[in-house]
């Protein structure tokens, strides 16, 4: 392990997966909640399955903001350079990080469901505060790879950010679509056990492998397909809620179910659930604050 560049806001610390250096170098970037820890998303795989790697970490709830395009480049192109190919990857921050920073060493590109959370376009207030100091993403040094971007179409938030963000630097981007896998969609391709081999052939060749998406039966699809039903149609989402969890349990699934039935009026069922959870020790049926306060509003016993 190798600390290349540090300051306040950020580490960027590379590990070598054995002692020839590999052909490819991954430099991977971490969504939130992460701090300055010198490894993090992707360092144990990468190292794994022998690829040379660098972690880039950001201080908690900066986003990224204090590292500049001319920091990262003076830290990592040096050791780019000793490499026939290298890649950026990265998954929400994390892959909003992989765009901005990986023109400047020409890197491949491929991210899951980008975002900076603090992005003025999106009015999130629990980032009002933090300071935005990076140009726009259609402004930074771009690769001449077309970059790889992995998202679930039916969250709207991150189409809207592939159309809004990303496409307007890189027009020609490759999209992988998975539909009902959310937006932390590795994990549902992990589950899969698809990523594995998705992510290994995109480090092999820089292409997609063509894969089959996740459907009926993964845990994942059915929850993510009852949050479509539940802003619209909610008496669609209970029995896809229900497979959900009968098939994995799952405390965010647990109370969105809750959150259903008192949104078709099943006051009965969300008090059944609610004094489960009372009586149940597991984590995986633990209320959440935000559901608790729907059910006091909704006059239920919580």
Request: charged residues 20%; negative net charge; hydrophobic residues 40%.
């Amino acid at each position: 392990m190798e600390i290349i560049a540090r300051s306040d806001d950020y580490q960027i610390t590379f590990h070598a997966a054995a002692d020839t250096p590999s052909d490819t170098l991954v430099i991977t970037f971490a969504g939130l909640p992460t701090g300055l820890e010198s490894d993090g998303f992707g360092t144990d795989f990468c190292l794994a399955h022998g690829y040379d790697t660098i972690f880039t970490a950001q201080r908690i709830n900066t986003q990224y903001q204090g590292l500049s395009l001319e920091d990262f480049e003076a830290a990592v192109a040096p050791k780019a350079a000793e490499y026939k190919t290298v890649v950026c990857y990265g998954p929400s921050l994390g892959g909003y990080a992989a765009l901005y920073f990986g023109g400047t060493i020409n890197a491949r590109i491929i991210v899951a469901a980008p975002m900076l959370p603090a992005w003025p376009h999106l009015r999130n207030r629990k980032c009002a505060d933090l300071k935005i100091n990076h140009i726009p993403l259609y402004d930074v040094p771009k690769s001449e790879h077309i970059p790889v971007v992995v998202y679930d179409p039916m969250v709207v938030i991150d189409t809207n950010n592939v159309e809004t963000m990303v496409e307007p630097a890189y027009p020609t981007i490759t999209k992988v679509e998975v539909p009902f896998a959310g937006h932390p969609v590795l994990v549902s391709l992990a589950k899969a056990h698809i990523l594995k081999p998705f992510i290994l052939h995109f480090f092999e060749t820089g292409e997609v492998m063509d894969f089959e998406r996740p459907g009926e039966g993964s845990a994942i699809w059915h929850r993510e397909r009852a949050r479509y039903f539940l802003r619209n149609e909610p008496e669609k989402a209970r029995p896809e809620f229900e497979k959900s969890l009968a098939i994995e349990g799952s405390k965010l699934t647990f109370n969105l179910l809750i959150q259903c039935l008192i949104k078709v009026g099943d006051l009965e069922g969300a008090q059944e659930k609610l004094d489960f959870s009372r009586q149940s020790d597991e984590r995986i049926h633990q209320m959440n604050i935000h559901i608790a306060k729907q059910a006091t509003t909704a006059g239920l016993h919580v």
